[in-house]
């Protein structure tokens, strides 16, 4: 099977409960920034994103928090369910000198989800 | 939808052999996007493209290189397979400064 999942940080929760996954990232020049969601045998996909001149932004049962300040990125997913187990990556939009943009990967987190 | 599709789920080659993956998206995306991913290392990004026949190194280009002929199709070639090759490939595309769309992954084994 797929082995993405291993040697990641984990984070166990109980169904039911709220799930806080965390991302620091690095560049301060950095104005968007995307959560993906990856199970396991299939591609990221997206979850939620939000731009720098944001501080919070809400969807379904998600909510994405960015601290300028330190550099930090919170994804609070509501009431977790079997279904959210998955390997979670946040990621941040770089523009470089050609004026064109790519995207940076953190390293990712693994949420466990118990009955 | 968007949909980006890899030519392959699952490939084995030949240490060597000269390597395409293929990726193909129908969204009028002017990025395009290669990422390897290994366990505990995250998406790497490979080479990108942002515009026909345009290609950038990306963090770990050594021993891959790009072709985009068609601004739906982005191929990442490995000119001489290595075992140190061996990994799960992505394919991304996206419009400037929106969130990239990923297909399903190419599992390279190079024995």
């Known amino acids: 099977g797929e082995s993405v999942g291993l040697h990641l940080p984990t984070l166990s929760v109980q169904e039911g409960d709220n799930s806080i996954i965390n991302c620091a990232y690095s560049?301060?020049?950095?104005?968007?920034f995307i959560w993906y969601k990856q199970e396991s045998g299939k591609g990221p996909q997206f979850i939620i994103d939000?731009?720098?001149?944001?501080d919070k932004r809400q969807g379904q049962r998600v909510t994405v928090l960015l601290n300028k300040t330190v550099k930090h990125l919170s994804l609070q997913i509501a009431a977790t369910q079997p279904g959210d187990s998955a390997v979670y990556f946040c990621?941040?939009?770089?523009?470089?000198?050609?004026?064109?943009?790519?995207?940076?990967f953190g390293a990712g987190t693994r949420l466990a989800v118990h009955p | 939808d968007v949909k980006v599709t890899q030519s392959s789920r699952y490939l084995v080659k030949r240490t060597g052999e000269k390597v395409f993956l293929e990726c193909v998206q129908d969204?009028?995306?002017?990025?395009m996007f290669w990422y390897r991913q290994d366990p505990g290392l995250g998406l790497r990004l490979i080479y990108f493209?942002?515009?026909?026949?345009?290609?950038e190194k990306g963090d770990i280009p050594e021993g891959y290189s790009v072709s985009r002929e068609k601004k739906e199709r982005f191929s990442l070639i490995l000119e001489s397979a290595s075992t140190n090759q061996t990994s799960m490939y992505l394919c991304?595309?996206?419009?400037?400064?929106?969130?990239?769309?990923f297909g399903q992954g190419t599992r390279l084994t190079v024995v």
């Open positions: 493209s942002y515009d026909v026949k345009m290609k």
């Open positions: 990621a941040e939009n770089s523009f470089l000198s050609g004026g064109y943009n790519k995207l940076i």
């Open positions: 991304a595309s996206s419009f400037l400064d929106t969130e990239a769309f």
């Open positions: 969204m009028d995306h002017e990025n």
């Open positions: 939000i731009r720098s001149n944001m």
């Open positions: 560049n301060s020049a950095s104005d968007y």
